[in-house]
């Protein structure tokens, strides 16, 4: 067993028994790590207030490789994203990133990268000028570029036809000319290629739709129906 210092993001925290919880992290070095915050529900505890989702904390920990839970030993915070967690429209559509992340990372594999672009979603969302919904599209779109699950969206992916050629969009492979999951605009298609060309959120009035085509590729493809965007249909559409 080795004792390991890293920066991490809070991605869940769910009750172990009365007093402790399993804390959720992603970590640049060790992907998706679980550990194990014992007596974090007393109320002397020196971790309780680090431990919420959205926090960037740095943590030491016990390392035993093979065991699914580690040992937390400290939690500091970096970041709280406390305006984030005030503002309930935006804070809800950081859930879906962090549900990505939850579901794309994996154990003891390096994240680096993702680590780095939820970093910087979570930190945007104060910041951009674009409204939630656009910038939740732009990150959902990058994260999964980071996750190896990119949708395709310079060329047809189920003819090979230029990108103009696409008339639809597949939540299984991207750009497509003859079927697809939903009809595709020029308009739309051009919002997706300027995404991810140069990395620019959707504009407003284009922002839902490029988000829902972005929300059914990564149920699509990442095999699951995510609980926030069922909450994001709910109060915000």
Request: some cysteine; overall charge negative.
């Amino acid at each position: 067993m080795s004792q390991e210092k890293s920066e991490a993001i809070v991605l869940r925290k769910v009750d172990f028994g009365e007093t402790s919880a399993i804390v959720t992290f992603l970590s640049p070095e060790r992907g998706k790590l679980a550990c194990l915050a014992k007596g974090v529900k007393r109320k002397n505890s020196t971790m309780a207030g680090a431990l919420d989702t959205f926090n960037r904390v740095e943590v030491v920990y016990f390392w035993k490789e093979g065991r699914g839970v580690q040992n937390l030993a400290e939690a500091t915070v970096l970041e709280t994203h406390s305006a984030l967690k005030q503002d309930l429209e935006r804070v809800t559509h950081a859930s879906f990133l962090v549900e990505i992340c939850l579901r794309a990372a994996n154990e003891n594999e390096p994240s680096r990268g993702m680590y780095l672009r939820l970093a910087e979603a979570l930190d945007g969302y104060m910041s951009v000028e674009a409204t939630p919904r656009a910038w939740t599209a732009l990150q959902a779109h990058s994260l999964l570029c980071e996750t190896g699950h990119e949708p395709e969206l310079t060329a047809c992916a189920d003819t090979g036809a230029p990108p103009e050629a696409a008339h639809w969009f597949s939540f299984a492979h991207g750009l497509a000319e003859k079927i697809g999951d939903r009809r595709l605009s020029a308009t739309m298609r051009a919002v997706l290629m300027e995404m991810a060309e140069n990395g620019t959120p959707p504009p407003a009035d284009a922002s839902d739709e490029a988000f829902n085509l972005l929300a059914g590729f990564a149920s699509r493809q990442l095999e699951t129906d995510f609980r926030s965007i069922r909450v994001i249909r709910q109060m915000f559409d």
